[in-house]
């Protein structure tokens, strides 16, 4: 008499089907519980990952927002700029072609500019980067001491990065919250093939940013 239980013959005996539908149904349970696993590990990785970019735009914007305030008086004036967190300062402010002397002005503008950053420094517990620029005009070799004065661009824009670094320090701004680096011809803001392009070239920028993190034993 035939059996009604529905088997699969082995060779050694029969196996129910229903085990084997079983076992096939708890594999697949088990590989739909993984990649549900993986998605949600995605996902909340993603979501971290974008809370993180929002703090740091939000982070960012007010920084920008701190260091407009600080500025304003000279903002209005146009006697600086301000563009991505950098203050920028016309060469022909702050010194004569091929000099590193401060004029008048420039100095008069950098002592209104002290006590502001020194502020916003303070507070933001960051530190000022002074860079000085110039067009691409190779340094020339003449009766004029002050032409002769410098080897190269590169001598020329770190001598005025120096100088306005100390004009700040004398200024007020704390010597630990500044520093001077220079950048020659390097990272023009524009064309240097006409008179205007290289006037645009040839400024100092200023620069907050964050204070390098001390390792262990620095």
Known sequence: M????????SGEGSVPVWAVFGDLMAGAL???????????????ELTERLKTEQHARQEQTQRLQTLEQALAAPLAAGRVTL???????????LFAFNSDELQPEGQQLLQSLATPLTNY?????EILMVSGFTD???????RDASAGKFADNWELSAQRALTVTRALIEAG???GHVFAAAFGS????????DAAGRARNRRVEM?????????PGS
């Open 2 to 9: 035939p059996s009604d239980d529905l088997s699969l013959d």
């Open 30 to 44: 088990g590989a739909f519980v993984l990649i549900l696993v993986a998605a949600l590990g995605m996902q909340m």
């Open 83 to 93: 563009t991505d967190g950098r203050i920028g300062i016309s060469g022909s402010v």
């Open 121 to 125: 420094l303070r507070e933001r517990g």
């Open 136 to 142: 691409d005009r190779r340094m020339r070799q003449s």
């Open 173 to 175: 701004v704390p010597a």
């Open 186 to 193: 390097e990272q023009a803001v524009a064309s240097n093939a």
């Open 207 to 215: 620069a907050p940013m964050a204070r390098p993190k001390r390792g």
